[in-house]
């Protein structure tokens, strides 16, 4: 399995990003897919999760400004943010885990300028 990420750049606050991740390999749909992030000096945290059967669940910090989605066909999980902050600022990872073995993914930068 890779995991290739794309979409993060800098953006003002306020402003939108849409973060793809495009997975390889078999039993995507399946699987478990998570978007982290970490932050300069800061621990990596999970940001966003969607499941096989397309439950969602947010960190606090990001409920109602992000949106995560999956499409099984293409094997892409995406994540759209809205109204972001300078404190999204981090480098964002893709995670696959499918029964129990995990994946990561490249990280894919996003700076949100005040």
């Known amino acids: 399995v890779q995991l290739q990420a794309f979409g993060g750049g800098l953006v003002q606050a306020g402003g939108s990003l849409r973060l793809s991740c495009a997975a390889s390999g078999s039993f995507f749909s399946i699987s478990v897919m998570d978007w982290y992030r970490q932050a300069s000096g800061k621990q990596r945290e999970l940001v966003a999760r969607?499941?096989?059967?397309?439950?969602?669940i947010y960190a606090a910090s990001v409920k109602g400004r992000f949106t995560i989605s999956r499409d099984n066909v293409k094997k892409m999980v995406y994540l759209d943010m809205n109204n972001l902050k300078p404190e999204d600022t981090a480098v964002y990872y893709c995670y696959q885990d499918t029964a129990g073995r995990s994946y990561w993914g490249q990280g894919t930068e996003v700076t949100v300028s005040s």
């Open positions: 969607i499941t096989s059967g397309s439950t969602t």
